[in-house]
C-alpha cells in the first residue's frame, strides 16, 4: 500500500514536473515566435500618425503609405497604419504601448521622448536640410509687419500641441515682447493651421500662425487664395516632423528601421513619388543619422510655452 502511495506521489510529480518544462519552453518559444513575427503580416509593426492638416484620416493614410509600401518592399517588414484624432492622442498611443512607430511634430515628439515613450528614428531631406518654417500669415492689405504690430488683434491658431501652429509662434510672440493671454485682442483655436488661414481670409481673424508647408498646400488644393493672403514673418528654421519609434523595440529591429529610412531612396524598384513627408509632400530622401541634440535644441525655444502660458491662451480663447 505504502509503495503504491509512493509510486502514485512519483507519478504526480513527474507530471507537474513535465507541465513546467512544457510551461517554460512554451513561453521560450512564444517568445522567440514574438520577436521573429514582429513586423510580419500576421503582426505588423503599428504606426500612428499624427492628423494632417485639414485632411482626412483615409487622405492622411494616403499621404504615408507610399514611404511605408517602399520599406516593406525593400525589407519584408509589415505595418499597421492608423492616424490619431488629435496630437495628443498619438502620443498617448506610444506611451499606452499601442504603436510602435509614430510620426509626431516636434513638440509632440518631445513630450513622447520626455516620457520615455519615444526614439527618434527618421526626419525627411529637401535640399539637404532637414528643416521647415512656421509663419504668420496677415491679409493682403495690412499694415501689420511685426510681432509689435498684434498686440490688441485678434490671432488665429491653430491645434494647441501643434508646434509649427502653435507652440513656435506663441514663442514667437513672447520673444517679441507682447503677453499673449493679456495684449491679443482676439485668440481663434482653430484645430487646423488651413483653419486659420481661412478665418484670416474670411475676416474672422487679422493674423494667422502656420507652417509654410501648410499654406502652400491649402493655396494649391484652392483652399487659401494667395491674393488675399500674404507673409508678415518667416520663422526661424524648426526640426522637421519626426518619425519616431519606441525605445523597447529590439536593437535589431531599430538598426533595421534605420537602414531602410536611410536607404530606401535609391533600392531598386522605388520611385522617387514613393518617398512622402509630411501632407503626402514628395521628399528627396529620409536621414535616420540626425542627432537627437537638434530636435533638443529647437525644445529650448519651445519650453518657453509652459502650461501655464498655453492654459492662460486656452482660457482667453474659450471666452469668445
Known sequence: MIMKMLMNKAKLMLVVFSLLVATVLSTSWASRVEAQEAGSKEKPLRVILIPADGGTEDG??????????????TTGL??????AN????AVEAMCNRVADIAFFGAVTYLQARSRGCAELLAVTVEKNESVYYSGMFVSANSSIKSIKDIKGKRVAFGDANSTSSFVYPVAMILDGGINP?????????????????????????DVAFASFDSYEKAVKQGAIDSAKVKIAIKSEPIPNPPLAMHPELSKKLKDKLRDAFNNVH???????EMIRGYG??????????????????????????????????????AKR
Not at 535609391?266 to 522617387?272: E, H, K, S, V, W
Open 60 to 73: 492622411t493614410k494616403a499621404d504615408f503609405q507610399p514611404v511605408f509600401n517602399a520599406i516593406t518592399k
Open 78 to 83: 509589415h505595418f499597421d497604419i492608423r492616424v
Open 86 to 89: 488629435t496630437y495628443g492622442a
Open 181 to 205: 493671454s493679456s495684449d491679443l485682442g482676439a485668440v481663434l483655436i482653430t484645430g487646423s493651421h488651413v483653419n486659420s488661414l481661412k478665418a484670416l481670409q474670411e475676416g474672422h481673424a
Open 266 to 272: 535609391n533600392a531598386p524598384g522605388i520611385t522617387p
Open 280 to 317: 503626402g509632400k514628395k521628399v528627396d530622401r529620409y536621414n535616420a543619422n540626425l542627432s537627437e541634440s537638434i530636435m533638443l535644441s529647437a525644445g529650448k525655444k519651445l519650453e518657453l510655452v509652459n502650461d501655464t502660458i498655453r492654459g492662460e491662451i486656452l482660457k482667453k480663447a
